[in-house]
């Protein structure tokens, strides 16, 4: 079982639609990050949180310490949003262990 | 404020050679991250480096691969003698402060290299 696991793998939506990624790990950790990774290879951080949710724009991240799980969610979807989400465990000494992604498409 | 800089963004090398990749992290960074992304793979921790010490680098196979952070100059990863297996894109990573913890900063990636081994 890996340490940080996603759901779903791949996710197909319509622009608009709600979306939800969830991430679960079995790991102590003292962040939580959310990466976005473009087709064209480049990753862009989107959140680190260690507790509660934070909101950026329409994306939107919370984390449950006690349940071991995180979700970041999308609202109002646009086919910008295209690209493998990624979520990353911090240990102590500031490893990163990351999620396998998830794959999400929004068609037009 | 320029990003995290990688050089080259693609490599290429023979088998058995050397791959020397670089890395300039954002200004005012001192803590430097490597990780490895296999083809069709995640994400893969290999180093956290501060400048002149390896903080920690249980990610690096024990052979071939060595990685610094000069007090003056860019991060360097160095794989010699490389083989196909070695075949992946590397990403840099940089921080003002350990990320976590009360002291939080977001690691800041770079655009990657991709090497291609043949």
């Known amino acids: 079982k890996n340490e940080v696991e996603q759901s779903p793998q791949n996710l197909t939506a319509q622009e608009g639609e709600f979306i939800t990624i969830n991430c679960s790990y079995s790991v102590g950790i003292s962040a939580l990050h959310w990466l976005q990774q473009h087709p064209g290879g480049g990753i862009v951080s989107l959140f680190m949180?260690?507790?509660g949710k934070k909101k950026h724009g329409r994306l939107i991240a919370t984390i449950n310490i006690q349940e071991k799980h995180s979700s970041l969610h999308i609202t109002a979807s646009h086919p910008r949003d295209s690209a493998v989400y990624i979520c990353?465990?911090?240990?102590?000494?500031?490893?990163?262990?990351f999620g396998e992604g998830t794959q999400l498409t929004v068609n037009p | 404020n320029a990003g995290v800089m990688q050089n080259p963004r693609h490599l290429v090398r023979r088998r058995g050679q050397e791959a020397r990749l670089r890395c300039s992290p954002m200004k005012g960074h001192s803590h430097v991250y490597w990780y490895r992304q296999l083809p069709e793979e995640g994400l893969k921790f290999m180093v956290y480096l501060q400048k002149e010490n390896i903080i920690d680098e249980s990610g690096m196979p024990k052979e071939r691969f060595s990685a610094e952070f000069p007090k003056e100059g860019p991060s360097i990863l160095r794989i010699q003698q490389v083989v196909r297996g070695d075949s992946a894109a590397y990403f840099c990573?940089?921080?003002?402060?350990?990320?976590?913890?009360?002291?939080?900063?977001?690691?800041?990636f770079g655009p990657g290299t991709r090497l291609t081994v043949l």
């Open positions: 990573a940089s921080s003002r402060r350990v990320s976590g913890g009360a002291g939080t900063d977001t690691q800041y």
């Open positions: 949180l260690s507790s």
């Open positions: 990353a465990a911090e240990t102590s000494g500031s490893r990163l262990t």
